[in-house]
């Protein structure tokens, strides 16, 4: 099967896959997991882990815990998108990847707080599924749609999302906050039930692009006979040997690197931020999450638009500078309206940041027929700085504790990130097709 570009119903079969797994960084990773983790981990008598010998704070190793699973698919995704270029492997292991967190998902249904190493082993490998999927995903952006369109499809793909984690997260809460006419007696049931839920609704979603999208982004590129890893290798080696010839991609991937460690730390922190340091309860942070996420989808489009009217770069320098301002205003948040305010903003910035970061990208790379290993790189720079980022904060969180230090390390990075951006600015690349 050929990929055709720009056709409708392949973009939005390919953005349904946003509608699938972003399930799980919503209910999973930003709404209900952390309250129900904290939650549960505080009332079973493990507010505090050991682990490898060493007390840890339940949120301190809960952030490592997803700081490692974005870690390990940085090391495992460079040699496995290469494969996929050489052997038409892409939906193969998109679908490997999606089961592996879909049933990681269904299984922290049997996460009750006293087997709090199940819990995280379950996130671990429920977050190695999202994030394994996505570089597979991403991956079809360049053949799915045309240059001048990549940065409207990508914003299609970051709006299904939205909108599908959040009839998700809504369902899920009309269970949970109706425990008492359910006359359910375990106050654990519901909760658990939403995570099985998620499972499934990603798991069940996921068919759909399964069917549509071809098993490859481009037809299989390895000669008959030569080793599976070896070519691997090889592919992955033009492609470093490519990108260190890039100064403008390099300066890029820079700017991205220190962003994104923002970007996603807020994602996956602001719920325990707001329930440990300002005391929101469930309702509070769901009412942010929402409103993060609604905003969210105008975002996207947005920064979508701006990115016609005065460029790509522009764009990204307006969206991290509105991310510094967001990070250090948040040291002073004491409220639960600071907390909507702040989210409403997160929000703006959040999915136009990222659907405008990977358009730009992939108008930055060069036209080539190894996709997936170009976007290996782009996921490697990601899961590197998620890893970096979660575990730093963690890190700041158990020695200070307080995580209103390591939001002021999250400011440090978008400043980081924004002076590599107006310095990509001044050196004018040409990006594919921008108007």
């Not at 050991?50 to 940085?74: D, K, M, R």
């Not at 999208?213 to 290798?233: E, H, M, R, W």
């Not at 409103?291 to 790509?312: C, D, M, P, R, T």
Request: hydrophobic residues 50%; glycine residues 8%; positive net charge.
């Amino acid at each position: 099967m050929s990929i055709l570009v720009d056709d409708k119903r392949t973009i939005r079969s390919w953005a349904m896959y946003d509608w699938a797994n972003s399930v799980y960084s919503l209910v999973i990773a930003s709404a209900i997991f952390p309250a129900y983790y904290n939650t549960i981990t505080a009332a079973t008598g493990h507010s505090t882990i050991f682990f490898l010998g060493i007390e840890f704070a339940n949120t301190a190793l809960y952030s490592i815990c997803l700081g490692l699973a974005f870690g390990t698919i940085a090391i495992l995704s460079p040699i496995l998108g290469s494969i996929a270029d050489a052997y038409g492997k892409h939906k193969f292991f998109m679908k490997i990847f999606c089961y592996i967190g879909g049933l990681s998902c269904c299984s922290l249904f049997f996460f009750k707080g006293y087997n709090v190493s199940f819990g995280l082993l379950s996130l671990y490998l429920a977050t190695i599924g999202y994030s394994g999927s996505i570089v597979f995903y991403n991956s079809y952006l360049p053949s799915i749609a045309s240059p001048e369109k990549q940065d409207s499809v990508s914003a299609k793909g970051f709006s299904y999302g939205y909108i599908g984690s959040t009839i998700l997260l809504l369902l899920n809460l009309l269970l949970i906050l109706n425990q008492e006419a359910l006359n359910v007696k375990d106050d654990t049931l519901l909760p658990r039930l939403a995570f099985l839920i998620t499972g499934i609704w990603w798991l069940g979603f996921a068919q759909i692009p399964f069917i549509k999208l071809p098993d490859a982004v481009f037809k299989p590129i390895a000669k008959t006979g030569t080793n599976i890893l070896l070519s691997g290798y090889s592919e992955l080696r033009k492609v470093i040997l490519s990108i260190h010839d890039q100064k403008v991609l390099r300066v890029f991937l820079l700017g991205f690197f220190f962003s994104i460690m923002g970007v996603q730390t807020v994602m996956f922190m602001a719920a325990s931020f707001g329930e440990n340091e300002i005391n929101l309860n469930l309702t509070q942070l769901i009412i942010t999450i929402l409103i993060v996420e609604n905003i969210g989808i105008v975002g996207a489009y947005l920064f979508a638009f701006l990115s016609q009217k005065f460029g790509n770069i522009k764009a990204l320098i307006l969206a991290i500078l509105i991310w510094v301002i967001i990070c250090f205003g948040a040291y002073y948040i004491e409220t639960p309206v600071h907390f909507y305010f702040a989210g409403f903003f997160i929000g703006l910035v959040m999915g136009g940041f990222q659907c405008l970061a990977r358009s730009t990208y992939s108008k930055l790379i060069p036209k080539t027929k190894n996709d997936a290993a170009y976007f290996s790189f782009y996921d490697v720079a990601e899961k590197s700085a998620m890893m970096l980022g979660l575990v730093m904060f963690g890190y700041l969180n158990q020695l200070t504790g307080s995580m209103r230090n390591s939001i002021v390390a999250v400011a440090i990075w978008f400043s980081i990130g924004l002076i590599a951006m107006i310095l990509l600015q001044k050196m004018k690349p040409l990006l594919k097709q921008e108007s």
